[in-house]
């Protein structure tokens, strides 16, 4: 993972456009940290539901011994009532009838079958007795860039902006089908991943759908804010998807409100508010209150920004841990 994921960031000639911001490429690499995380929550999943189940083997074990001690004991307390019963003396001329001696045990099978019926915790097999955990499920999801563009009318020369489809909810909701997501598991992912790509060569953001934290994250490490231009993330050639981000939480929740700029709303609607963040670059122009995020300066990173920040997304880092110059290295 390590080297494949390094690789990401080889290269020689600065101000060349990289092959990172091919959708395809972008697609594998995306799907490559999607992958890797998920695996690792798996294996996570796995050790503990392997660990639970042999701390209770061991308490079952525990338990059966001292019933099998408490059988024991009460055995032998019987025994030894029943021989204070007995008469010690015989009478003259009372004859003595001997018991029939025991039968000699079988050792190869009635004897194993007895000794086998005795529990201790030298004969629990872990291989054996160990629960198979349930299937772990996945910590991210992602919607390739191709799939999440059909979304969009196809564009004519000379038509801008970029338009949605007229049937927009029933395109997410066969999209979101597509990777097994819906309304009753999607609160069980961390994020899922959307690439967006603009005019055939800036890869601008993820949009990244925090389930568990319940906000909407729009990365463009290359945003900037302009006197006549305040709202990068409104601009017609960015409104598209922050639209269709609203309109995909909407299929996986009717209820949910987006309040402008993150405004407080009131507390009767707080349990169904989702935070749309997207301004991370702008530092002190921001106005919708979205935490810091590296800025890009050039005009060729922007995939290596893309996967960058969805690697910190999915595996919980700072999206500020790495600096700008790290990336040329």
């Known amino acids: ?38 695996k690792e929550r798996a294996d996570f999943t796995e050790m503990v539901a392997m660990k639970e189940a042999e701390e209770k083997a061991e308490t079952e074990a525990q338990e059966a011994l001292k019933k099998g001690k408490s059988v024991e004991i009460r055995s032998i307390e019987g025994q030894m009532r029943s021989r204070s019963r007995s008469p010690r003396n015989l009478r003259p001329r009372q004859v003595k009838v001997r018991s029939p001696p025991p039968q000699k045990r079988d050792r190869t099978t009635r004897g194993a079958a007895q000794s086998s019926s005795k529990v201790t915790s030298l004969e629990l097999d872990p291989k054996k007795d160990k629960t ?32 949605l489809v007229p049937n927009l909810d029933v395109e997410l909701t066969e999209i979101l089908q597509e990777i097994d997501v819906d309304p009753a598991n999607f609160r069980t992912l961390d994020y899922v991943f959307i690439p967006v790509h603009i005019n055939g060569a800036h890869m601008v953001s993820i949009d990244g759908v925090g389930a568990e934290t319940e906000v909407c994250l729009v990365l463009d ?4 804010a302009e006197p006549e231009d305040q709202d990068p993330v409104g601009t017609a050639v960015n409104a598209w998807y922050t639209k269709a981000l609203k ?7 009717p209820t949910t409100k987006v309040p402008k700029d993150n405004k407080p709303v009131p507390v009767a609607h707080r349990g169904r508010v989702w935070h749309l963040f997207g301004r991370y670059v702008l530092r ?14 050039d005009t060729y990173n922007c995939g290596a920004y893309t996967i960058a920040n969805a690697f910190c997304m999915a595996f919980g880092y700072d999206l500020e841990c790495f600096k700008e110059q790290q990336l040329d290295k």
Request: contains cysteine; charged residues 20%.
């Open 247 to 253: 309109a995909l939480l909407l299929v996986l929740d």
């Open 132 to 163: 198979s955990p349930l299937a772990a499920q996945s910590s991210c999801k992602m919607i390739s860039v191709e799939r999440f563009e059909e979304i969009l009318i196809p564009l004519r020369p000379g038509l801008q902006p970029s338009r």
């Open 221 to 224: 490490s290359h945003m900037v």
């Open 1 to 38: 993972m390590k080297v494949e994921f390094s690789s990401l960031f080889n290269w020689h000639v600065k101000g060349e456009e990289m092959t990172t911001n091919c959708p395809s490429i972008m697609n594998e690499y995306l799907r490559l940290v999607v992958d890797h995380v998920n």
């Open 284 to 297: 002190s122009k921001k106005t919708d209150k979205s935490p810091n995020a590296v800025q890009q300066h």
